[in-house]
């Protein structure tokens, strides 16, 4: 099972969402908890789930 590190809390997960929260082209992972806080950025964007025990 691999796990990647939140961008925002630095914990470690087995599954992040891929996410922009500011404009332009950079994405970030961050864990559930983070996602949940970063919705209402106005530049919030959601790419997609990342699970390290799919691969
Ligand atoms: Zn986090």
């Known amino acids: 099972m691999k796990t990647k590190v939140c961008a925002l809390c630095t914990i470690e997960e087995t ?3 891929r ?3 500011t404009k332009g082209k950079t994405w ?3 864990c559930t908890d ?3 806080k970063v ?4 530049n919030y ?3 997609g789930t990342w699970k390290g025990d799919r691969h």
């Open 28 to 30: 970030i992972f961050v």
């Open 15 to 17: 599954t992040l969402y």
């Open 34 to 36: 983070c996602c949940n």
């Open 19 to 21: 996410v922009q929260i």
């Open 45 to 47: 964007r959601y790419g």
């Open 39 to 42: 919705k209402v950025e106005p």
